[in-house]
């Protein structure tokens, strides 16, 4: 099946709006990567003292992980206060510092917004819980118990059990999609939308480049609160939890992704056009219908710039026959969507462990992302080829992992604090006793060690994103006849005056591939990649790299 991409050719020519489309995105969580006072917690202080070692990769933004005012019951993703920034990350101040010193390095700054929900501690649910007169009564969902006292219908939490909670003061179930302490916003009530716009704009006017948005397609329930399906077993996958938890059994056909998120998407994407070069970057969490939603929140130029779904986040690995099934579902279900693909992030367990890649492997997937058609998102430390840390159970901290535990450890091995100096005590993350403990396998990768080996994978990850800096085809070119070849993924990347042609074996053993006839010139030696002619034989972890000009 032909791979191709239908946006129009005016996007291969990249202008400080459009810096986002093929960009390259460092995701740092604020509380791991560096601790600039001693207590134990990374701070923006911290990322400020990092800012060059960022610049130094080569990326082309930051994404900060929620660092707002919150009982940090999710660890920030529980915002208290919107507009204010929680006094273990610093001062509004220290953020002006942040954002000033990235821009003049070059870095745009996306931060967290997290609309579908908030804290049970911010006043707008403090108020609202109150009573059902007062003026924000109706600002998060509410419903009425059924006769015999139970739920109003079957829906289920990510973080386990039902997604209803019941309230004494109001003696009513109020929604919560993730944790109790989590209700979620009432997005039926255009008052609610109204003041997360204003929340938006409060961040734009600072300065801020765009949002990752938490959770984008769960802003709105269904208004009948209709119960979901059951999901039949042969259906239910880990993609967005894992097997234990029983919100796999459902079709989450009503509880999110409703069609009235569009227009909100769209008045989100009309706020952020009224800022130059601006983006909006989503987070699609469904296990059944993610590159659809992706599509359907992407489509055109009115909504989001980019969504992220879930495909190579989950356990599965990256064999050709599974990347390639993911484009052509891409190019069935939403074929002008503009993708950002992760390997990892503060959600999963990191894909070096996850998929038990050894060293070659590791760097053969960071200039197989730096090759595929969308944007790309690092995770902090992937660069170093950090493998997942292991958190002993009296150590944890996440709600998931402790909930679901020890089937499912939860999201702390890959939360532990970034690891800068092999020798150091707690690496170089903090002087006093780190909020979890630093990893000695992780440590052994750390950030000092690296830098002093031309030929260490932090090098190699700083070489695979200049090679997409430096051919336009790489960054926002179309991407057509991909192909499987028994464990040989290879596919055609173009603009309008250069072709990239990339081949990469993903499997266990050697195989066989025909190259593309004429005058092609290999590329990215430096990186590892074979040079090759006419009928080649890459070995596991190999791939080959060619270039053309067109006319």
């Known amino acids: 099946m032909n791979v191709q991409n239908n946006v129009d050719l005016k996007h291969s020519t990249k202008t400080a709006s459009d810096w986002w489309r093929g960009g390259v995105i460092y995701q740092i969580y604020p509380r791991s990567f560096q601790d600039s006072n001693g207590d134990g917690i990374g701070d923006l202080r911290g990322i400020t003292q990092r800012l060059d070692y960022i610049a130094g990769l080569g990326v082309d933004a930051i994404w900060i992980s929620p660092f707002f005012k919150s009982p940090m019951k999710d660890f920030g993703y529980d915002v208290s206060d919107y507009r204010a920034i929680d006094p273990m990350f610093g001062t509004m101040e220290d953020f002006q510092t942040l954002l000033d010193r990235a821009h003049g390095l070059g870095l745009r700054v996306m931060i967290d917004l997290v609309l579908s929900h908030t804290s049970d501690q911010h006043p707008w649910f403090v108020e609202s819980r109150s009573n059902r007169e007062n003026p924000k009564a109706d600002w998060y969902v509410w419903a009425d118990p059924k006769p015999d006292g139970t739920p109003p219908n079957n829906w289920l939490s990510i973080f386990g059990g039902s997604a209803w909670q019941w309230d004494t003061r109001r003696q009513q179930y109020y929604l919560h999609n993730f944790l109790t302490s989590q209700p979620d916003l009432n997005f039926h009530n255009p008052d609610v939308q109204d003041a997360l716009l204003d929340v938006a704009r409060f961040w734009l006017d600072m300065g801020v480049d765009g949002f990752r948005l938490d959770t984008i397609n769960f802003y709105f329930h269904d208004a009948q609160l209709r119960d979901n399906p059951a999901l039949p077993l042969d259906q239910r996958n880990a993609t967005i939890a894992p097997m234990v ?223 997409r800096h430096e051919y336009p085809a790489l960054m926002s070119g179309t991407q057509s006849d991909m192909r499987e070849t028994g464990p040989i993924l290879s596919f055609l990347r173009e603009d309008g005056t250069q072709q990239v042609f990339c081949a990469f074996n993903l499997g266990d053993g050697a195989a066989e591939i025909d190259l593309p006839e004429g005058n092609w010139r290999c590329i990215g030696q430096d990186l590892g990649a074979v040079e090759v002619q006419g009928r080649a034989t890459l070995a596991p972890s190999q791939f080959c790299l060619m270039v053309r000009e067109k006319g």
């Open 245 to 467: 938890n029983p919100y796999n059994h459902q079709d989450h056909l009503y509880s999110k992704s409703q069609p009235e998120n569009i227009a909100f998407l769209e008045r989100l994407r009309a706020l952020t056009d009224q800022y130059d070069g601006r983006a909006c970057l989503g987070e699609v969490g469904d296990a059944q219908r993610g590159l659809e939603i992706m599509g359907e929140y992407t489509r055109g130029d009115t909504r989001m710039h980019m969504c992220y779904a879930f495909e190579f986040l989950e356990k599965r690995r990256l064999t050709a026959e599974y990347t390639k099934h993911v484009f052509d579902q891409l190019l069935s279900k939403a074929g002008d969507a503009w993708p950002c693909w992760a390997f990892s992030n503060h959600d999963v367990q990191r894909h070096a462990s996850r998929w038990d890649l050894d060293e070659a492997g590791i760097r053969q997937h960071a200039v197989l992302m730096m090759c595929l058609r969308g944007s790309a998102c690092l995770y902090q430390g992937e660069e170093l080829g950090l493998p997942e840390a292991d958190v002993p159970f009296e150590h944890l901290q996440d709600p998931y992992g402790i909930e679901f535990w020890p089937e499912y450890k939860g999201r702390d091995g890959c939360r532990t604090p970034m690891v800068w100096a092999a020798q150091d005590e707690q690496s170089g993350f903090t002087t006093g006793a780190p909020w979890l403990p630093v990893s000695t396998t992780q440590a052994e990768r750390a950030v000092d060690r690296m830098e002093a080996d031309p030929q260490s994978v932090l090098n190699h990850y700083r070489r695979a994103i200049a090679l």
